[in-house]
């Protein structure tokens, strides 16, 4: 998702962010004030998959003006398949924070073939002065 597409979502929830690649997420529209990048959110099954969240966003006078989340998804078994995002949001917060929301999905075969499906989460609370707090697991 492009960045203008998240600046026309003024509203609470923005969903349907697609996935990009990690070239694509660096390639963020000018931001006067420098952008602002949180430390990737990695999370993983060693050997079979490996999830990271990456967010940047900008900030004039005192405002986010933009945000940029992106996802990257590897599968590293043959037993394991991504399914996808399955529920993203983007939130401004009263107190001038936004919030970032992505829940994904991996499905894995065990020995006896039959599938699991595990989700990757975080939430990433965000501020324009370049603060942040993020939160993540994986939910079975």
């Known amino acids: 998702m492009t960045a203008k597409k998240i600046l026309a979502c003024s509203a609470v929830l923005c969903a ?12 963020a529209p000018d931001c006067a004030s ?19 969240f990456d967010l940047s ?7 986010i003006s933009w945000a940029e989340p992106s996802v990257t998804a590897r599968v590293h078994s043959p037993a394991c ?5 399955i529920e993203e949001s983007l939130t401004k917060t009263p107190d001038k ?10 499905s894995c075969r065990d020995g006896a ?3 699991h499906g595990v989700n990757p989460w975080v939430v990433v609370t965000f501020h324009p002065a370049g603060a942040y ?6 939910a079975a």
């Open 16 to 27: 349907g962010f697609a996935i990009t690649t990690p070239a694509e997420a660096h390639a």
């Open 34 to 52: 420098g952008v602002k990048v949180i430390k990737p959110v990695v999370l993983e099954d060693p050997g079979r998959w490996t999830y990271t």
């Open 57 to 63: 966003w900008c900030a004039d006078g005192g405002t």
């Open 81 to 85: 398949r991504w399914v996808g995002r």
């Open 97 to 106: 924070a936004w919030s970032a929301f992505d829940m994904s999905e991996f």
């Open 113 to 115: 073939g039959k599938e």
């Open 133 to 138: 707090d993020t939160s993540s697991d994986i």
